[in-house]
């Protein structure tokens, strides 16, 4: 049974990542589970333009379990040679949602011969948008948490980082606070030979950056997670102008409320102090992103329990927590639930990073989040045998 079980959450996931598609554009992913869900019996909704919520157990009493997996992908030309690459130009499954798709898909046909045995229905939800718009907010918003009601939540994310058959679970946060940011400093463009007749957008753009950094440095508690990135910067189109403007942008990564309030207010005393000694002007513009996930004590202490069934005690780290940004925060915030990362990296952890060109995994690990899965479903929402 696992061996087919195995065969199957591979196949499932390369299938998948060769139609990879964008966030809220995850037609063809959508009727490629539709098409499975119609030839297992099992009656599907649409939800968020192309989300699907299946239900088995449907008209059992009580509120229901469910399982969230993603579906996006992202705007990136795959780089891997292997025989199931995206079909889609410039788009790939370069985070693993193909492979949270799949061992969601998996667990539903495991479940599904054994629906009479369940004491709670088992709501699957196959999320759209998570890279980009928080599809999980629209799909709470237009009642994905309702109907049957939810009472707790579970997924998973896959991290190569991680080696293989190790899982990381904690309660708590588990993920960054996740914020963007646009800077614009207008200067006074002119000769790129005649800086002294110029207020050079781009050396104070260098000057806010250093000074910046030094926030998260030297004025945060050192053991406390924050992380600020500038990943843009755009000024001028030859090489002889200064131009009157650069732009930066980048992203604000934060554990706690307090240390985002910190910052942010830090930096606009650092704008403020630029504009004066500058002359410029400084525009500041934040995108609020993704609040951070808070996974439940108790559900926490369920996938645990069924991480070391399935892989053991040595199977389980605690001090995995990254500063990555995750939608499924917005159904955590209505409901308790856990969200953990399943190690994918084999032993030596080399594979390409998640959002690179050629990201990749051990695919054969894939098992084990249909297994915890498993466990789960039996241990909250099946009858005691």
Not at 61 to 79: N, S, V, Y
Not at 345 to 364: A, W
Request: with cysteine; glycine share 8%.
């Amino acid at each position: 049974m696992q061996e087919q079980l195995q065969s199957r959450v591979v196949e499932l996931r390369r299938e998948l990542h060769q139609i990879a598609e964008l966030s809220f554009q995850e037609v063809k992913t959508s009727e490629y589970l539709q098409k499975k869900l119609d030839a297992l019996g099992v009656s599907w909704k649409l939800c968020a333009k192309t989300g699907l919520i299946a239900v088995l157990g449907e008209e059992l009493p009580g509120p229901a379990l469910m399982i969230r997996a993603d579906m996006d992908a992202l705007p990136i030309q795959e780089q891997n040679k292997f025989d199931y690459v995206s079909k889609h130009e410039g788009v790939m499954h370069a985070c693993g949602h193909d492979a949270h798709m799949g061992i969601a898909m998996t667990t539903l046909e495991w479940l599904k011969p054994l629906e009479s045995s369940l004491k709670k229905p088992v709501k699957f939800v196959f999320q759209p948008a998570e890279e980009r718009y928080g599809g999980a907010r629209v799909m709470v918003k237009e009642g994905a948490l309702e109907s049957p009601e939810v009472d707790e939540v579970y997924g998973l994310h896959i991290a190569n980082r991680l080696p293989s058959r190790k899982v990381g679970v904690k309660d708590g946060i588990f993920s960054a606070y996740c914020d963007q940011f646009k800077i614009t400093i207008h200067g006074k463009g002119g000769h790129g030979a005649r800086p002294y007749q110029c207020i050079e957008p781009i050396m104070i753009a260098t000057r806010l950056i250093n000074d910046s950094q030094q926030i998260v440095a030297r004025e945060i508690y050192a053991m406390k997670h924050n992380v600020l990135t500038f990943t843009t910067i755009q000024s001028g189109q030859a090489y002889n102008v200064i131009d009157d403007i650069c732009t930066l942008g980048g992203t604000f990564r934060s554990q706690c409320p307090q240390d985002r309030e910190y910052v942010i207010e830090r930096l606009l005393q650092k704008f403020r102090c630029l504009e004066t000694e500058f002359s410029c002007k400084i525009e500041w513009e934040l995108i609020e992103g993704y609040p951070a996930i808070h996974n439940n004590t108790e559900c926490a202490q369920v996938v645990e329990d069924a991480a070391r069934e399935v892989l053991g005690d040595e199977g389980i780290l605690r001090d995995c927590m990254g500063m990555g940004g995750e939608d499924v925060s917005y159904f955590l915030e209505k409901v308790p639930g856990c969200y953990f990362l399943l190690g994918v990296g084999e032993d030596h952890c080399k594979f390409e990073p998640h959002h690179s060109p050629r990201f990749d995994f051990d695919e054969t690990a894939l098992i084990d989040g249909v297994r915890i899965f498993q466990k789960v479903i039996q241990t909250r929402a099946m009858k005691a045998s």
